[in-house]
């Protein structure tokens, strides 16, 4: 996942230690020499420049992003804001490089002390002035780094009422046990299933507490992320449980499939589910049970084909 590798931001006052640290373990036992404050200047300017511009090296190019990540990244931690905070980082360590020359160019005739020392100063200072920037990336960081992994083949999102059976299907059509990911939109989880079909790999996605009751009990920060899902899915599988075994009315399950059709944009393969029932009822173009595994089989072979052309 593009934002896995992100290490964490120090603070200020991390890298301002480690610096001087660091040119303190490089200082030679004669400190007052010319010699040794142009190492200390060196030392500690180096390290700070490169730890500020490794962490903008860090984050990704936000222009690259598939949609998926980009809305999401947008959505939790602002995009602008990002790149406000990175152009502060790289700022500083451009800024670091230019009073590193020019204490050296200085020492040549100056006092070699005096002029560390002031030097010292002003790159805290620039260090202290991004501070809350280095912050922002940190808390931006630990949120971004918990998206989901996410890959980009071809996926179908499962969408329908609680207790339709849309993990039971998410079980039966993968191979493994599903991963499960955390979504920051929600406290269950998301489930992600890989199954291959005619050589090809596809992703099957559940997502718990999002694609499972009306739009209209949505605060904004929930339509955003299915907003987001939006973008990953290729294809959407509706079921519904016509027994009404899941405790929700028929009617307002094909209400739900309607909403959630005009919502996604993306092709939607609506599927009757617990077809084993005895009060299963009524006509469907595909009816399955995912306890018999009856008629699933025809389900993924739809959800590929729609894949395939798209409608
Ligand atoms: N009889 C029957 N029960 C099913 C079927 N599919 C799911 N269930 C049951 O319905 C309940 C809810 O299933 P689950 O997959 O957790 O639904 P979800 O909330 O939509 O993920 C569970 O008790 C399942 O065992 C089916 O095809 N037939
Ligand atoms: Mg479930």
Known sequence: MIYEKLRTVPT??????????????????????????????????????????????????????????????????????????????????????????????????????????????????????????????NDARNILRKLPDISDVPTIVVAGYPNVGKSSFVRYVTDARPEIASYPFTTKGIYIGHFSRGGKQYQIIDTPGLLDRPLSDRNNIELQAITALRNVGTAALFLIDPAEHCGYPLTAQMKLLHEITKTLEIPVVAVANKCDLPDFHGEWEYQISTATGDGVDEVVGRLVEVIGTGN
């Not at 390290?47 to 511009?53: A, G, M, V, Y």
């Not at 002003?122 to 920037?133: L, M, P, Q, T």
């Open 12 to 137: 200020a006052d991390e890298l301002i230690d480690l610096a001087f640290r660091r040119a303190l373990r490089s200082a030679t036992a004669k400190k007052r020499t010319i010699e040794v404050q142009r190492t200390m200047v060196r030392a500690s300017t180096e390290i700070l420049s490169d730890r500020l511009l490794k962490t903008v090296h860090d984050f990704p190019n936000f222009d690259e992003l598939s949609p998926f990540y980009s809305e999401l990244t947008d959505i939790l931690v602002g995009i602008d804001e990002l790149r406000m905070s990175l152009s502060s980082l790289q700022w500083a360590g451009n800024q670091i490089q230019l009073i590193a020359r020019e204490t050296l160019r200085k020492m040549r005739s100056g006092d070699p002390v005096r002029l560390r020392k002031a030097c010292y100063a002003r790159i805290s200072s620039i260090v202290h002035e991004v501070d809350g920037n280095l912050s922002f990336l």
